[in-house]
């Protein structure tokens, strides 16, 4: 069983900037690749970005390219986000899949969730 447990989220003005990481525990981390995702009041969760277990391939949606950066050590992965729009504001979630050597966009590939942290971004 993994455990996922998010935090960093909070209030934050436009153009501002948070960090998000998610803390796991209870597998082999480098062997999960890792994602962000995020749901807005009364819309489906989207994804957001991922990363491999080794660190070394990512993949961002296009709506954060250049603005957020996914990256990860040996027990958490993070979400630093720049550059931050109202329209980022969410509930932000990290999941976990394996194998993990592919990054993947699709949300029921991922086994293990997070409880999500709420980002608000306002204008």
């Known amino acids: 069983q993994v455990q996922l447990v998010e935090s960093g989220g909070g209030l934050v003005q436009a153009g501002g900037s948070l960090r998000l990481s998610c803390a796991a525990s209870?597998?082999?981390?480098?062997?999960?690749?890792m994602g962000w995702f995020r749901q807005a009041s009364g819309k489906e969760r989207e994804f957001v970005a991922a990363?491999?277990?080794?660190?070394?391939g990512s993949h961002y949606a296009d709506s954060v390219k250049g603005r957020f950066t996914i990256f990860r050590d040996n027990t958490k992965v993070y979400l630093q986000m720049n550059s931050l729009k109202p329209e980022d504001t969410a509930v932000y979630y990290c999941?976990?899949?394996?194998?993990?050597?592919?990054?993947?966009?699709?949300?029921?590939?991922?086994?293990?969730w997070g409880q999500g942290t709420q980002v608000t971004v306002s204008s």
């Open positions: 209870g597998h082999t981390f480098s062997s999960y690749a």
């Open positions: 990363i491999t277990g080794s660190g070394g």
């Open positions: 999941a976990a899949r394996t194998p993990g050597n592919t990054v993947v966009m699709v949300t029921t590939l991922y086994h293990y």
